[in-house]
Structures are given as C-alpha cells and as structure tokens.
C-alpha cells in the first residue's frame, strides 16, 4: 500500500537526457525522445512505485531562450512546474555546465537534487571532479546514465527522503498523466524529428483528427488513426511529402508500428500534411494544438 508520495520536477537544458529518465522511472515509453534539442513541449507526469512510496516524476521542456511564442510557453511550463513540488532534479549533462539553470532551479525553498547525466560516455570517472567542485553548493549530486539506468535506483532513494505521507495521487496501474491520443500525436511528431532536419520538424504540430476502433471483417480488432501534420510553409510541406511521397510514407510506417507497439492492436494510420504559416507565433493556433499553460 502507498503511504507517501513525492512529486518531483525533472529540469535541465534541451537534450540532457530529461524524457530518457522519465520513461527509466516509469519503465515505459511515455515521454518521446530523440536526438534533437527541443523535443518536449509540454508537462508530461510520470508514475513508478516503489514500495510503499508512489514517486512522480514531471518531464519539462528544455530550458531555452525562447524565439517563438512557442519557445515562450515551453520556458513558461518549466518556470511553473518547479512550483509546488517536493524536490526538484536539476539535470546537467556530462561535460557540460550550466549558469542559469541554478537559479531557475532555487527559487523559493523547495529542495534541489543535481543530477548529472550521461556518466555512460565518460572516458574517465574522475573527470567528474571539476563539475562536482563547481557546483559544491548542492547537497545532493547524483551521477546517473538514464540511458543504461546506472544510477537511477539510487537517484530514487536520495529523493525519497523528500516523500510526504499520504495516499497515491495516482491509481494501481496508471503510469502517466496522458492521454491516448495525445501519446499517439506525440510519437508520430518524434519520426517527424527523427526523419527531419534543421529547422522543419520544430515547426510542426501534429493533430489527431480520427481514432476509432473497429473490428475487421476477419473479426480482429482495428484502430482507424487519421492525423494532420501541420508545417510553416509550403517547402516545407513538399519536403515531408518528399519524392513520390516517399518521406511521408516512410513517417506513416515508423509511427504506425510505434503506435501498434503503444495501444496493442492493429492500426491503421492516414495522414495528412497541411501548411498553416508561422503558427508557432501564434497564439490561437498555439491554444488549437494544446499548447496552453494548465489552470
Ligand atoms: N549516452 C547517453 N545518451 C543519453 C542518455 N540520456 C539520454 N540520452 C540521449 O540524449 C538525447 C536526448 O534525450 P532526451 O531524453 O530526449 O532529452 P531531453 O532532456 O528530454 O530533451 P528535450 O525534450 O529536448 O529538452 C537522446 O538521443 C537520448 O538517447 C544517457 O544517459 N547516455
Ligand atoms: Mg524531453
């Protein structure tokens, strides 16, 4: 049975390893992951049990100077999710210091744990040294891989110390905040990332305009899937296409499989691509893909 409960806030620049550690703790995928900085948008709660302790782990975007209004609500959501909770994990990578994020980190008095990311790349474990001395001024470093999972157990039982009785905030059974369709427009945006370069992908949304099950006429259960992939212009547009719709197809097939994998059943997948300018810079085409602050 739960009897305490710790909600903490995962922080950090763009592509440290946030969403990596997320899924580690929930063991599953539930936050979307890829090489490119910028892959989180929005605030996506994780759960893992462990004991008699419910932890939930808060996946950020990375922390940025914002060039959109996009960029403006994902600094916002980080700036809001370090707010009411029990700790928050500073996440820097391996290599690579960070200035500001401190003191995004240590507004008001919640505790803060470091954690030091990618420790798998490391030639050697004493070039950790010079980051642990610079940021002597935290109690708590915790050098972690979220990719191999070293460390991660023990990261847990540090912030532990930090859990409040109580009941579950979440049931037996529920790993994340999110909803199916959202999930499903998320991992069809991580092929967009993963097949597309440069500026493209960031500025795309996905949408979910269809998601219906069915049985098929052999009697096995379908999800009918149809999703609009909106872009900032139309190069853009021809370049997800591709030649012969080649890249659009190659994204379809990636994030069909993927979305079988998630639900578990068969899937049909139709998608659209659809330009709408500049929408980044928005702000009703923002509140249109979701891309609100939560009351
Ligand atoms: N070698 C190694 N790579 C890692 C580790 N953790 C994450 N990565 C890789 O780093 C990249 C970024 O990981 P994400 O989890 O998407 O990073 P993030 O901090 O959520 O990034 P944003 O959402 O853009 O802020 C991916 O290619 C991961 O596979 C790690 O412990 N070791
Ligand atoms: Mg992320």
Wanted: net charge negative; charged share 30%; with cysteine.
């Amino acid at each position: 049975m739960i009897t305490k409960t710790l909600v903490a806030a995962i922080i950090g620049r763009p592509n440290v390893g946030k969403s990596t550690l997320t899924n580690a703790v929930a063991g599953e995928k539930i936050a979307i992951v890829t090489p490119k900085p910028q892959t989180t948008r929005h605030r996506i709660r994780a759960v893992a049990n462990r004991g008699e302790t419910q932890f939930v782990f808060v996946d950020t975007p990375g922390y940025h100077t914002p060039k959109t209004k996009l960029g403006e609500y994902m600094v916002k959501t980080v700036r809001e999710s370090v707010q009411g909770v029990d700790v928050v994990v500073m996440m820097i990578e391996n290599g690579r210091e960070d200035d500001e994020l401190p003191n995004i980190a240590k507004r008001g008095k919640t505790p803060v744990v470091l954690v030091i990311n990618k420790i798998d790349t490391l030639e050697r474990v004493d070039s950790l040294l010079p980051i642990i001395a610079k940021y002597s001024e935290f109690e708590h470093i915790i050098p972690i891989s979220a990719k191999t999972g070293e460390g991660v157990e023990e990261l847990l039982s540090v912030l532990a110390q930090f859990a409040q009785d109580g009941g579950a905030l979440f049931p037996d059974g529920m790993t994340s905040d999110q909803d199916d369709l959202v999930v499903v427009g998320e991992l069809v945006r991580e092929k967009l990332l993963m097949c597309l370069n440069q500026e493209i992908p960031h500025g795309t949304a996905v949408e979910v305009t269809k998601f219906s099950e069915r049985d098929t006429t052999a009697g096995e259960p379908v999800i009918d899937v149809d999703v609009t992939i909106y872009c900032e212009r139309d190069t853009h547009k021809r370049i997800i296409i591709g030649k012969k719709g080649e890249m659009i197809k190659r994204i379809g097939e990636l994030s069909r499989k993927d979305i079988e994998r998630f639900m578990g059943t068969k899937v049909f997948l139709q998608t659209w691509v659809k330009v709408k300018e500049g929408w980044r810079d928005h702000s009703t085409a923002l509140r249109d893909f979701g891309y609100v602050s939560e009351p």
